[in-house]
């Protein structure tokens, strides 16, 4: 399949379509974005990259960094993990802090906040320099020595960031937290903050298309029944109460960000990205969203 011109003739189809959705304006830097930007990357498993539109511009991952943050825990304390995060879809936002009081401070799952929440205070016991871990991790994955957190959009999060704070302090009163919630915070939007392009992103996630080896260096990052529990929790569980529709449509396990990101997974074939910052209604990208749909279904490709 020529993927090249799939993207191209993709891109061009979605820049076309009726203006719909806006920025995250409650993060006040996230609102400062081109709205209307849109780029599409990518990474077949033999490593040959492809990419259409703004594909090299780098936007906040946000919950996308989700994924990268399970993924470190697992690999340092898979047990831990498990033991202070669920593995249910929340059929509720985010951000919701519903279901907490009922399940006593246990996230339903570690793609919402407070499941993230809980994985970056995992992190803060098993790393002695957490931020520092993390970027490392990251850079590896992507193959770039010059990925990095935006530090503006991280001290906005943070300023912004009331509920996620009540998230936490409410998690904390259960003992799930064991933290300082100021500093679990201040990991926590910095995981989000992370500045990827799409063409960084096909290639950080394509371990959960090549059953847990990142390539070309050949590390393996999780063990194959590790990378099968992190994909299907993205597809039952990456885009919050819009998930099901999303494997309805696309048909892949995935993961947003309120940046306007998503990254698609098909497993033994390719990793996919598309970002245009104008979210719909749950908080995913419509253009980034439909660009998918059209792939998936252009080049068969499902994991059903």
């Not at 990925?147 to 959009?153: K, L």
Request: aromatic letters at 8%; charged letters at 20%; hydrophobic letters at 40%.
């Amino acid at each position: 399949m020529n993927y090249q011109a799939l993207l191209d003739e993709i891109a061009d189809e979605v820049r076309a379509l009726p203006v719909r959705g806006d920025v995250a304006r409650y993060i006040p830097e996230l609102a400062r974005v081109p709205p209307d930007s849109f780029g599409m990357a990518l990474r077949r498993q033999d490593g040959a990259t492809f990419g259409s539109g703004d594909w090299n511009r780098r936007f906040s991952l946000q919950s996308m960094a989700k994924v990268l943050l399970l993924a470190l825990a697992c690999s340092l304390d898979n047990d831990r993990v498990w033991s202070r995060v669920g593995v249910e879809p929340s059929g509720d936002p985010f951000n919701s802090l519903v279901q907490l009081e009922f399940e006593e401070g246990m996230p339903r799952n570690p793609l919402i906040n407070a499941g993230a929440l809980v994985i970056s205070d995992i992190l803060l016991e098993l790393c002695g320099d957490p931020k520092a871990e993390l970027l490392k991790f990251v850079r590896t994955m992507a193959g770039s020595p010059t990925v990095d957190f935006d530090e503006a959009v991280a001290q906005s999060e943070l300023e912004s960031g009331s509920r996620n704070r009540a998230l936490t302090h409410f998690m904390k009163s259960f003992g799930n937290i064991e933290h300082s919630v100021d500093v679990v915070l201040d990991f926590y939007v910095h995981a989000c903050a992370l500045a990827m392009s799409c063409n960084e992103v096909v290639q950080a996630f394509s371990f959960l298309s090549e059953h847990g080896v990142n390539r070309p260096n050949e590390d393996r990052i999780l063990t194959v029944p590790q990378v099968r529990r992190l994909n299907a929790i993205m597809l039952t569980c990456g885009f919050y109460d819009e998930s099901g529709d999303f494997a309805f449509h696309v048909g892949l396990p995935g993961k947003s960000g309120v940046g306007g990101g998503i990254v698609a997974v098909c497993p033994g074939r390719f990793t996919a990205a598309a970002w245009s910052p104008r979210l719909g209604s749950k908080g995913n990208s419509i253009l980034a969203t439909e660009a998918l749909r059209r792939l998936t279904q252009r080049s068969n490709a499902s994991v059903f």
